[in-house]
């Protein structure tokens, strides 16, 4: 009975898949050119756009998807299908900005898709594809993962007619159910940044993650392998208890490191994390601006300042005190201006009294 099941869902999918009228590929790409236009003047309108071209797309798609964009500020950049410099390298200023990338493919590739997000660390990436192969299969990697919003346009297969309806989709991570879609495009639905982009991490579902940590950061995070405290402890079962998820903790790093650039890789605690060994640390660290391009950071929880001492001069002879800040330069003028002040003012005395 549930082979006979399984047999009649696999036909059915062959028969809706077999009845399904496409859209003629010019059409299906000047739809999805549509869409896009109506996103970046409609949920996206304030955001800081950056659109990625592939370099496969042919010359009319690159002038058409360049032109859904005209009325739109924005930063045209181009992915090469290539072993080296895949992606322009990232603007550190645009990346702290967080905009909205949009990738725009002919021929999608997860490789490409994964150099993008280590040279920008994108916290918006919306994409579609002008080509004949879908870009909706692309959320499902790990790269995105850490990507706070991410969606993707694509056309909805319909049977027995040619519907031009796009079809909005995203994926939760961590859930059981990860591939969502949100639904077709229409202004009035996906009118606000939220509506389009809907939180990707409500929960990580019991989720582990790995921390790389050194138990010697007092008060941040101190104590031993039974037991840990500190703020930052604090502040991270808050979250586990919140959000649904563990965590391991690391007593120190391996080369007793907090993390550093040493010959273009990270060490330490930082470099643990860049090796994709462990996924984030909750140490105290100081901000740089290597650490700023190769990681993201949390709001800040505590400033600390820093400040010069200098010793004390010896106390001054009190008769001396107001003198003692003059040079000599300025003692003598003040004696010269005192003698010729003096001079002055006899002279016009004598001069009043002899008339």
Not at 183 to 211: I, M, N, V, Y
Not at 239 to 251: E, R
Not at 329 to 342: D, F, G, N
Request: proline residues 6%; charged residues 15%; aromatic residues 10%.
């Amino acid at each position: 009975m549930v082979g006979s099941t399984w047999l009649l869902g696999l036909l059915a999918q062959y028969l809706i898949v077999a009845g399904t009228a496409y859209l003629p590929l010019e059409r299906r790409q000047e739809r999805l050119l549509r869409v896009l236009s109506e996103v970046v003047s409609g949920p996206a309108r304030e955001q800081l756009l950056i659109l990625h071209l592939d370099a496969a797309l042919p010359p009319d798609l690159i002038e058409a998807a360049t032109r859904s964009l005209r009325l739109t500020p924005h930063l045209t950049l181009s992915i090469q299908h290539s072993t080296r410099g895949s992606t322009h390298q990232a603007v550190p200023l645009l990346r702290y900005k967080r905009p909205l990338h949009i990738l725009v493919w002919y021929t999608p590739l997860p490789e490409l898709l994964q150099t993008l997000c280590n040279q920008w660390k994108p916290s918006s990436l919306l994409f579609l594809s002008l080509g004949p192969t879908s870009a909706t299969s692309l959320l499902r990697e790990e790269s995105l993962h850490i990507v706070e919003n991410a969606v993707s346009l694509e056309l909805i297969p319909t049977v027995g007619n040619s519907s031009d309806l796009i079809g909005v989709y995203t994926l939760f991570p961590f859930s059981m159910d990860p591939h969502k879609y949100l639904g077709h495009w229409e202004r009035s639905t996906f009118g606000s940044w939220k509506a389009l982009f809907p939180d990707r991490f409500p929960t990580f579902e019991g989720h582990t993650f790995h921390l790389a940590t050194w138990i010697d950061d007092v008060p941040f995070f101190y104590g031993d392998a039974s037991e840990q405290k500190g703020i930052s402890i604090t502040i991270l079962e808050i979250l586990s208890a919140k959000m649904n998820f563990t965590y391991t903790v690391t007593l120190k790093p391996p080369d007793l490191k907090w993390g550093t650039l040493e010959n273009g890789s990270w060490i330490g605690v930082l470099g643990m994390i860049a090796r994709n060994e462990k996924n984030f640390t909750v140490n105290a660290l100081t901000i740089t601006s290597d650490r700023l391009q190769s990681f993201d950071r949390s709001v800040s929880i505590w400033r600390d300042a820093m400040t010069v001492f200098l010793p004390r001069p010896q106390q001054l002879s009190k008769w001396l005190s107001i003198f003692q800040p003059l040079t000599l330069i300025m003692l003598a003028c003040l004696a010269l201006v005192t003698v010729i002040a003096s001079a002055s003012q006899h002279l016009q005395v004598r001069t009043t009294y002899t008339r």
